[in-house]
């Protein structure tokens, strides 16, 4: 697993596929802990070859922009802009080409 503290260098890493992280919350819920305890482990349980980003503490607030920057499709987007559960995105291409 990776922390980044922007969404713009995130690409594959000679991985087919990257899964991103991002909305995390510091009140430790239901669904961040679930999150949190499983995020490492996506692609080993599914024979993937995968990456693994999340924010780092200091560069949280950008990278949640930039994920909530993107082109989505309009119910998607308001519930990124109106709610504060944790997101996971995952990604066959580099994070600047991908549009949702």
Do not use: C
């Not at 802990?33 to 200091?58: I, M, P």
């Not at 990278?63 to 802009?81: A, G, Q, S, V």
């Amino acid at each position: 697993m990776e922390k980044v503290s922007t969404l713009h260098a995130v690409n594959l890493r000679n991985s087919k596929y990257v899964f991103i992280l991002s909305l995390e919350s510091e009140q430790k819920d239901d669904l961040q802990r679930a999150l949190n305890a499983a995020f490492e482990k996506f692609g080993d349980e599914g024979g993937l070859s995968v990456s693994a980003v999340r924010a780092t503490s200091y560069g949280r607030a950008a990278f949640d922009r930039e994920l909530k920057d993107k082109l989505w499709p309009l119910p998607i987007r308001k519930r990124l802009k109106s709610e504060s559960a944790p997101a996971l995105v995952v990604l066959e291409n580099y994070f600047d080409e991908f549009d949702p």
